[in-house]
């Protein structure tokens, strides 16, 4: 077992990264005085890993929301339920499944031994019999139909069933009704025991924590596991979008619309390309950006407007969006801006404010232990590192963003997805 320490001079911080004998990687990042702590335990198992080979076997094709149906069938046991064994703690738990990730999370103010203990034990200890996986089905296919009425849902994965053709990033992370059907006890085994290999996942904690407490309960509760090769199969994904319009219909009080700009998506964006791209999205689409005020004067969007970039294995986009009366004439906004930026230059005031926010933003971060905990494995995942991204942002100068945008956001090829009024004129 060898024990890293992290430090950063410019967020006057350190945490210690563990490669733990059992084969799981454990981040620490002590937070002297404060109240609380967070854990969360993630695998890089999500929802668009469901074509895929194990140590150079054959390849192996699974249902569509197999990921997101074993998140929710963890937490039970022969035993009970893994949220009363948390209630016994005071602990806040839960989990999510992700198109990449799925990972599981406590926050506590005392008794963090013992929650850490349920959420090592659970996580290691599938249960799954086919009355249980069936009684799931239901549950799921619940929800399911519920995000299927979701305005909001809807927008998104209309959008990147618009820019994707192939990629199961456009697939609804829980699957379809009829997927799910197709979910068994032995294919949840099968992909628990590929997946949630040690080797696989990641633990970091925060907070009013020690190494050695954390240390304690993983040598008590961690199980050693062989190494595996785990390799996942996509289909090629043409640069090109599939559509670039794409409606639907629902009872809302306003429109809503993506805006997705289909960006080359070869390997995942380091930490320097990181820090450029979001000073350069802040440049461009923040509340003190010449864009952000256009569109509110000309009141096309409100409040709602958001921008992000959105990426992850063989998926690259860059996403605008919100509730706006008129999303044709706020999307067409959005491109006309970005054309004249490209045509005539970023400014460097521009450049100035946006660098101070983004760095601003992620040092204020360190001030919470969940926004600590999420982003350390984010980063791990992606094979990045958190303070090699501060020093990127205060590193990053005007011309690496210049650079950057000729470099992305080609306003040939994007998807606008509108979720319109019912009955409404366009």
């Known amino acids: 077992m060898s024990i890293t320490e992290i430090k950063s001079k410019r967020a006057g911080d350190k945490y210690f990264k ?4 059992s084969g799981l990687t454990i981040y620490v990042y002590p937070k002297e005085g404060y109240n609380s702590a967070y854990a969360i335990f993630g695998t890089r198992y999500g929802s668009i890993n469901t074509c895929f080979s194990v140590d150079d076997g054959a390849k192996i094709t699974v249902p569509d929301g197999i990921a997101h149906y074993l998140e929710h069938k963890l937490f039970e046991s022969e035993d009970g339920d893994a949220f009363v064994r948390y209630a016994k703690t005071g602990a806040n738990a839960n989990a999510y499944t992700s198109f990449e990730k799925t990972c599981y999370l406590f926050s506590c103010t005392d008794k963090f031994d013992e929650s850490l203990e349920i959420l090592l034990d659970f996580v290691q200890d599938p249960y799954f019999t086919a009355q ?6 239901g549950i799921i296919g619940q929800e399911i139909k519920m995000y299927d009425d979701s305005p909001e849902w809807r927008v998104m994965f209309n959008m990147l069933e618009g820019m994707y053709k192939h990629h199961p990033v456009k697939i609804d992370i829980a699957g379809t009704v009829d997927t799910i059907a197709e979910i068994t006890a ?3 085994y099968d992909v628990y025991n590929v997946f949630y290999n040690l080797n696989n996942m990641v633990i970091c904690v925060s907070g009013n924590i020690t190494v050695e407490q954390v240390l304690k309960t993983a040598d008590k509760m961690l199980k050693p596991s062989d190494k595996r090769k785990i390799t996942n199969y996509f ?14 219909s629902f009872p809302v009080s306003m429109p809503l619309f993506n805006l997705g700009f289909k960006e080359k998506a070869d390997r995942i964006l380091n930490e320097k390309q990181l820090a450029q791209t979001d000073i350069l999205l802040s440049m461009i689409a923040s509340q003190t950006s010449v864009l952000y005020r256009n569109l509110m004067d000309a009141n096309l969007i409100n409040s709602s407007f958001s921008y992000e970039l959105f990426e ?3 998926y690259c986009s860059v996403i605008f969006g919100g509730e706006s009366r008129a999303p044709k ?10 054309n004249k930026l490209k045509n005539q230059g970023l400014d460097e005031k521009d450049f100035e404010i946006a660098k101070k926010a983004v760095y601003g933003d992620i040092v204020s971060s360190l001030n919470s232990v969940s926004s600590i905990s999420n982003a350390i494995a984010d980063y791990h ?3 990045n590192e958190m303070f090699a991204y501060i020093d990127a942002i205060a590193d990053t100068s005007f011309e690496d963003v210049s650079k950057r945008l000729a470099e992305m956001l080609d306003v040939s090829n994007c998807t606008l997805s509108v979720v319109k009024q019912l009955e409404s004129e366009d």
């Open 329 to 338: 004439q706020a999307a067409e906004m959005i491109k006309q801006y970005i």
């Open 132 to 137: 249980t996986v069936a009684k799931e089905q």
């Open 18 to 21: 563990i490669d733990h004998l």
């Open 186 to 188: 032995d294919k949840l």
């Open 381 to 383: 995942f992606n094979g």
């Open 235 to 248: 289909e090629d994904e043409p640069y090109e979008i599939n559509e670039p319009y794409v409606e639907q």
């Open 312 to 314: 992850g294995p063989g």
